[in-house]
């Protein structure tokens, strides 16, 4: 036992970094998660899946037209369901879209943030991005919503899960507002590298 003290203190003061542990990664969205318009192996959950297997599982609890109220209904069943290590919080478009008040979305989110973390999830925050014919001053003060919450309660943070992209039209299917196919694994990767596993 005296040994294998020693040896795991030498481990870490040669920084060599233990395996992590498997985890389960909830994914908690709305259709930019739930692969509106694409096969669900398409979409970038899928992908993220297959990236993170076998070690870790995700479990995609994704809802299309799903917005934060709806979410925070739906939330505790799924934490108790699912027993999360993570939750990817990706939720608020339709919030947008429909132009509902943004105080009300913001503590929408944090009541989420908040039970996740009693159900001793990690929470990584995913920022959307809405189109600009909602005028600058909505759009501005949307996005502000989730930099606000990520700063303040400390989250891992994806600014906007369609980085890169956001302005190609070709990107996205014909509606102009949920990615292509062609857009997931981008997406995917934005979110990766935001998820410490």
Request: net charge positive; charged share 15%; glycine share 8%.
């Amino acid at each position: 036992m005296r040994f294998r003290r020693f040896h795991l203190a030498g481990l870490l003061i040669c920084g060599l970094s233990l395996p992590l542990q498997a985890a389960t990664v909830m994914v908690f969205g709305d259709s930019l998660s739930a692969a509106y318009g694409l096969s669900p192996s398409q979409g970038w959950v899928a992908l993220l899946a297959r990236d993170l297997a076998p070690k870790h599982k995700v479990v995609n609890a994704s809802l299309s037209g799903e917005t934060t109220a709806g979410g925070l209904s739906r939330l505790p069943q799924a934490l108790a369901t699912h027993k999360p290590d993570w939750v990817i919080l990706e939720l608020g478009a339709n919030d947008g879209l429909r132009g509902l008040p943004l105080p009300a979305m913001q503590a929408n989110l944090q009541r989420m943030i908040r039970l996740s973390r009693q159900a001793h999830a990690n929470v990584l925050l995913i920022g959307i991005a809405l189109p600009p014919n909602y005028g600058p001053d909505y759009t501005r003060a949307f996005h502000a919503v989730y930099d606000r919450l990520a700063r303040e309660l400390k989250l891992s943070y994806v600014p906007q899960l369609m980085a890169g992209f956001a302005g190609d039209l070709s990107r996205f299917q014909a509606d102009g507002i949920h990615p292509a196919a062609s857009a997931q694994g981008q997406m995917m990767q934005t979110v990766r590298q935001a998820l410490p596993l």
